[in-house]
T-cell receptor, first 118, second 112 residues
Framework: GAVVSQHPSRVICKSGTSVKIECRSL??????MFWYRQFPKQSLMLMAT?????????EQGVEKDKFLINHASLTLSTLTVTSAHPEDSSFYIC??????????????FGDGTRLSIL | GQQVMQIPQYQHVQEGEDFTTYCNSS?????IQWYKQRPGGHPVFLIQ?????EVKKQKRLTFQFGEAKKNSSLHITATQTTDVGTYFC????????????FGTGTRLKVLA
């Protein structure tokens, strides 16, 4: 159980393109999903917390207008990288936590999306 | 803001040797979680510790949570090549938020 599907797994596109990444919890409901960015051989940097039915909470230094997050249902959150540039190239990973229960819940991660902007 | 540091950054061991990674948070954590990320993969949840001084074991892996709930360790006994990967600790601040701050990670390489 607790499977998170992330799509697409790999994107290569030209500079200026907007890229949409989907994160779905397949067998559980997730009121909260998280979006991370990971550069090669580095840790996961939390970008934003996606809350179902409300605005996302962004971490300091993350541009809201650049990284648009939508969490329209209990099983789907999307991250759109708008007008992507080469410096946006990275590994983007989402995670979800099961809706029920307190803060002591593990995160279940998607397989990640490797974004390459030419 | 909160920082979570791990040492060492890298560790190469011979198969059969033991391995330990240490996790230190700048703030008190309500709980600590450990994840393993294989090369090219995504983090996979290993375990969660909640209580001060808690110790948990999973086969060859031993996890400890410090008394002050600001540090933790993961010890692997008799490493195997399947243990290769990066080990991250993560935890929410005591304020009770759901977001998690990940440690800097320790990359383990096991030489056969």
């Amino acid at each position: 159980g607790a499977v998170v599907s992330q799509h697409p797994s790999r994107v290569i596109c030209k500079s200026g393109t907007s890229v949409k990444i989907e994160c779905r919890s397949l067998d559980f409901q997730a009121t909260t999903m998280f979006w991370y960015r990971q550069f090669p051989k580095q840790s996961l940097m939390l970008m934003a917390t996606s809350n179902e039915g409300s605005k996302a909470t962004y971490e300091q230094g993350v541009e809201k207008d650049k990284f648009l997050i939508n969490h329209a249902s209990l099983t789907l959150s999307t991250l759109t990288v708008t007008s992507a540039h080469p410096e946006d190239s990275s590994f983007y990973i989402c995670s979800a936590r099961i809706a029920r229960g307190g803060s002591n819940q593990p995160q279940h991660f998607g397989d990640g999306t490797r974004l390459s902007i030419l | 803001g909160q920082q979570v540091m791990q040492i060492p950054q890298y560790q190469h061991v011979q198969e059969g040797e033991d391995f330990t990674t240490y996790c230190n948070s700048s703030t008190t954590l309500s709980n600590i979680q450990w994840y393993k990320q294989r090369p090219g993969g995504h983090p996979v949840f290993l375990i969660q510790l909640v209580k001060s001084g808690e110790v948990k074991k999973q086969k060859r892996l031993t996890f400890q949570f410090g008394e002050a709930k600001k540090n933790s360790s993961l010890h692997i006994t008799a490493t195997q090549t399947t243990d290769v990967g990066t080990y991250f600790c993560a935890g929410p601040p005591s304020s009770g938020t759901y977001k998690y701050i990940f440690g800097t990670g320790t990359r383990l390489k096991v030489l056969a």
